[in-house]
């Protein structure tokens, strides 16, 4: 089955450190997002791309940087973790032409910054 | 205002019972319209689409009123299995480039 995965699963990490997700997809979609998501305040978007290198802020880009080097993968770095960023981070993709707007979701990584 | 907003329940409710949930939208120009359900520490899943003359998925009915940016979702003959959280879903344009916008969820608990 096409598929989005994500890695790691779970990260604990410090505050300070380096942190990077990975995300890759066999959809062969063209579009892939970056989403965090935390109680109460449901799903905030990152970052977008919509080819490679095509890099786009969302609503909540401070703190974060990402990379699109190939189609299928689009990874997410926290380049000094802190505390607040403790959170379900989802990654997404999407394809106009072959399935509009709707969005295929990864398992999600848990990110905990102590 | 903001863009996207559901009640976040919970909403309890037996099996076999008719629940709606509702969500209200900001912006007008909005060009598509989805429910996606999210299970507890899971990833959202596509639900259904939305269309302006209304569309039905087996228990699932969703509409869609422009004029009120208003859409709606009907579950009839709740199942345990629906327990979960509904995911109110707009689409837009954001400086040239469509993009999703999520409401928080309405959680629904259907009991035995």
């Known amino acids: 089955d096409a598929d989005v995965t994500q890695t790691p699963r779970n990260r604990i990490t410090k505050t300070g450190k380096r942190i990077m997700l990975e995300c890759s997809q066999t959809?062969?979609?063209?579009?892939m997002y970056w989403y965090r998501q935390d109680p109460g305040l449901g799903l905030r978007l990152i970052y977008y791309?919509?080819?490679?290198?095509?890099?786009n802020k969302g609503e909540i880009s401070d703190g974060y940087s990402v990379s699109r080097q190939a189609q299928a993968k689009f990874s997410l770095s926290l380049e000094s973790a802190i505390p607040n960023q403790t959170a379900l981070y989802f990654c997404?993709?999407?394809?106009?032409?072959?399935?509009?707007?709707?969005?295929?979701f990864g398992p999600g990584t848990r990110l905990t910054v102590l | 205002r903001k863009e996207v907003e559901q009640d976040p329940g919970p909403f309890n409710v037996p099996e076999g019972a008719t629940v709606a949930f509702n969500c209200t939208y900001s912006?007008?120009?909005?060009?598509?319209f989805f429910w996606y359900r999210q299970d507890c520490r899971k990833e959202p899943k596509l639900l259904m689409s939305?269309?302006?003359s209304g569309n039905e998925d087996g228990r699932f009915t969703a509409q869609l009123n422009r004029a009120s940016q208003y859409i709606s979702l009907l579950i009839r003959d709740s199942k345990l299995s629906d327990s979960a959280t509904y995911l109110c879903?707009?689409?837009?344009?954001?400086?040239?480039?469509?993009?999703?916008?999520f409401g928080k969820g309405t959680m629904l608990l259907v009991s035995p």
């Open positions: 997404a993709t999407s394809d106009l032409r072959k399935s509009g707007n709707e969005q295929f």
């Open positions: 959809k062969g979609h063209d579009r």
């Open positions: 791309s919509f080819d490679v290198k095509d890099i």
């Open positions: 912006n007008s120009a909005s060009q598509s």
């Open positions: 939305v269309y302006s």
């Open positions: 879903v707009v689409g837009g344009m954001n400086s040239g480039y469509s993009t999703l916008t």
